[in-house]
C-alpha cells in the first residue's frame, strides 16, 4: 500500500477561465441569496440596504440616502455584484490552477476559504478608505458570507473544470 502525496508547487497550469467565470458568477448569486435572507430575516433591516452600498460604488453616496426599492439601484448593484464575482472566481481559480489547489474536494474548499477570508479583509478594511459605508457591514455574518462565497467558488470549479486525464 502506497501513500501518494500530492504535492502543491507551482506547475504552468492555466485555469479553465470559463469554469472560473461561472463559478464566481453562481457563488456571487448565493452570497446574495445570503446577504437577503440574513438581513430580513436574522438583523431585521431592510433588505435592499446592500444593494443601496454596492450601487453607491458607481452612482455615489446620495444612493444611500433613502430606503426605497429603487429598480435602478438594484439593477446597477447586481451589475457590480456578478462582475466583481466573475472576477474573483478568476482570480482564485488562477491561484488554485498552477499550485493544484484542485487535487482534492478538501484542498479546494480550504482554498477558497482562505480566499474569502482575504477578501473580506480586503473589501471591509482596505476598499472601506475608497468606500466608507462599507464599515458599516463589518461583522461575522460577512464574513461567514464571505468564506461561503470563497468555498462555493472553489467547489463550483472543482466539479466544472476541464481536466486533462491524458497524463
Same mark, same amino acid.
Given at each position: 500500500?502506497?501513500?501518494?502525496?500530492?504535492?502543491?508547487?507551482? !506547475?504552468?497550469?492555466?485555469?479553465?477561465?470559463?469554469? @472560473?467565470? &461561472?463559478?464566481?458568477?453562481?457563488?456571487? @448569486?448565493?452570497?446574495?441569496?445570503?446577504?437577503?435572507?440574513?438581513?430580513?430575516?436574522?438583523?431585521?433591516? +431592510?433588505?435592499?440596504?446592500? #444593494?443601496?452600498?454596492? @450601487?453607491?460604488?458607481?452612482?455615489?453616496?446620495?444612493?444611500?440616502?433613502?430606503?426605497?426599492?429603487?429598480?435602478?439601484?438594484?439593477?446597477?448593484?447586481?451589475?457590480? +455584484?456578478? $462582475?466583481?464575482?466573475?472576477?474573483?472566481?478568476?482570480?482564485?481559480?488562477?491561484?488554485?490552477?498552477?499550485?493544484?489547489?484542485?487535487?482534492?474536494?478538501?484542498?479546494? /474548499?480550504? @482554498?477558497?476559504? !482562505?480566499?474569502? =477570508? &482575504? $477578501?473580506?479583509? *480586503?473589501?471591509?478594511?482596505?476598499? #472601506?478608505? &475608497? *468606500?466608507?459605508?462599507? $464599515?458599516?457591514?463589518?461583522?461575522?455574518?460577512?464574513?461567514?458570507?464571505? =468564506?461561503?462565497?470563497? /468555498?462555493?467558488?472553489?467547489?463550483?470549479?472543482?466539479?466544472?473544470?476541464?481536466?486533462? $486525464?491524458? +497524463?
Amino acid at each position: 500500500m502506497e501513500l501518494h502525496m500530492q504535492s502543491h508547487h507551482y !506547475v504552468r497550469r492555466l485555469p479553465d477561465w470559463t469554469a @472560473a467565470a &461561472v463559478s464566481g458568477l453562481a457563488a456571487g @448569486a448565493l452570497l446574495i441569496v445570503l446577504e437577503m435572507f440574513w438581513s430580513t430575516m436574522v438583523s431585521g433591516v +431592510h433588505p435592499w440596504g446592500t #444593494t443601496r452600498m454596492i @450601487a453607491a460604488i458607481v452612482m455615489g453616496q446620495d444612493v444611500l440616502q433613502t430606503s426605497l426599492f429603487s429598480v435602478g439601484t438594484v439593477a446597477v448593484a447586481v451589475i457590480i +455584484h456578478f $462582475v466583481l464575482g466573475a472576477i474573483l472566481g478568476m482570480v482564485l481559480c488562477a491561484l488554485i490552477a498552477p499550485f493544484q489547489l484542485d487535487s482534492s474536494v478538501g484542498m479546494s /474548499m480550504l @482554498a477558497g476559504a !482562505v480566499f474569502g =477570508l &482575504v $477578501v473580506y479583509l *480586503f473589501n471591509f478594511y482596505v476598499m #472601506t478608505r &475608497v *468606500f466608507p459605508w462599507f $464599515v458599516d457591514a463589518r461583522g461575522w455574518h460577512t464574513l461567514i458570507g464571505h =468564506l461561503v462565497f470563497g /468555498m462555493a467558488i472553489a467547489l463550483c470549479y472543482w466539479k466544472l473544470e476541464s481536466r486533462d $486525464v491524458s +497524463h
